[in-house]
DNA sequence: CTTATAATTTAGACAAAACTAAAAATATGT
DNA sequence: ACATATTTTTAGTTTTGTCTAAATTATAAG
């Protein structure tokens, strides 16, 4: 696989948790930031490959080998951002960029070894899962902040959005992975949140609240 | 610079050891593992590109901004290496293949943090210097097994061949960086060393002699 | 000095991955 | 149902880095 094959499986593998039914090309095309012809023509190579099913002007659905390929890239991917923030002191919205890269070296020593020296971490730094050597992720159970009950307290889990904009808002406002916080009140003019932290109150707006994970506690 | 323009500097760097007053298309082609006619396009690239300055038929010389390039991308391999052995438990015959992947990733924090998290390291696993963040490298004073006299003991601090069939040749016979030995006899004939070292004597061929850097005790 | 050989460059072609513009298929609205 | 809008594919280029084959320049020999 090249790289630039590597990063459509991987953009394919995390746009079938949202189209199940399969990957339009505009969808691809978007996430990839390039056009829909250079979607189609990667599409078509890649079913050549049995990476993936196509049916023309109906989208793409991986296979098994093309799921595994997809899943291997995001154990990388995961286990290099835990390096970066554990090892050498890269903070959470920094080392995304850096992975993209890391995550396209091929070898199994260095991947194994690399999860055995991090002490095989289960979580990277956005709370997202690392699948294991076969590929098994530890399903995490979580809600997002817009959907949680007021009057209860839970620990933040993780982030949907990763952007290095979203992250700094987070740190500015001392929420990470681990934070408590307890629903205070939600507004429903505008879907805004009051939330309790431990020893702040504040209000998130609903663009925050759809990108924040938690967990009851 | 893309990955194949960062090789071809290195590859030139390394010839210009050999050849200070020019290095040649053929030369920069062998080294390469590709053809004379691909390494014509891609020295007038860098020469375009002011990394090397190029007259037709006589050669390719690095320019200050190429030599600082291709030192740039040495330090990084070499730090690798060391993370390699030092953390993931590779052997020093494993590591070059990985390196040459992670040479290429172009992050200045990553290499600088990288660096610190394995404490400024100055060799790497095969002895080689690793160029500091300005570029230094740390001269290292060191013969040739080939030319060590007989009766002096030394240490070894470095091989030139890096192929992983020398390397175990070694590990097999024990010897590595830091080991010390005694020359006991040179035979005229073939060029072939007897050594002692701490708990056994052995005879090398002049093609071992010549790859193994010793350094006076 | 002329010729043979070797090294180097040029010319033309190719594969990968992108693009633009145009054509074809599908989806939508009345 | 049918015209229109949207999505997707196809056709034809471009760039990077490679190749083969041919032409050019340098080097060596007689
Ligand atoms: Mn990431
Ligand atoms: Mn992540
Ligand atoms: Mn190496
Ligand atoms: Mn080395």
Not at 18 to 42: C, H, I, R, W, Y
Not at 50 to 60: E, F, N, R
Not at 152 to 166: E, L, N, Q
Request: overall charge negative.
């Amino acid at each position: 696989m090249t790289l630039a094959e590597e990063n459509y499986l991987k953009a394919i593998y995390h746009l079938e948790q949202q189209f199940p039914k399969g990957v339009s090309t505009n969808a691809l095309a978007e996430e990839m930031k390039t056009k829909a012809s250079s979607a189609t023509d990667m599409v078509k190579k890649l079913a050549e490959k049995d990476m993936l099913t196509h049916i023309p002007y109906q989208g793409a659905t991986l296979s098994e080998a093309g799921r595994g390929y997809a899943v291997k890239v995001i154990r990388r991917h995961r286990l290099w951002e835990v390096f970066l923030v554990e090892k050498l002191n890269f903070s959470w919205d920094e080392v995304h960029e850096v992975a993209e890269h890391l995550e396209h070296i091929n070898s199994d020593k260095l991947i194994d070894e690399l999860d055995a020296f991090l002490e095989f971490p289960i979580y990277d730094p956005h709370g997202d899962p690392i699948p294991d050597k076969q590929g098994h992720f530890k399903h995490i159970e979580k809600i997002v902040l817009a959907k949680a009950e007021v009057g209860s307290t839970y620990k933040c889990v993780g982030v949907d959005d990763t952007s290095s904009k979203f992250l700094k808002y987070l740190d500015s406002n001392a929420i990470g992975l681990g934070t408590i916080m307890t629903i205070k009140h939600k507004e429903p003019f505008d879907n805004s949140i009051k939330i309790a932290l431990e020893h702040s109150e504040m209000v998130v707006s609903q663009s925050v609240a759809k990108n924040l994970y938690l967990k009851k506690v």
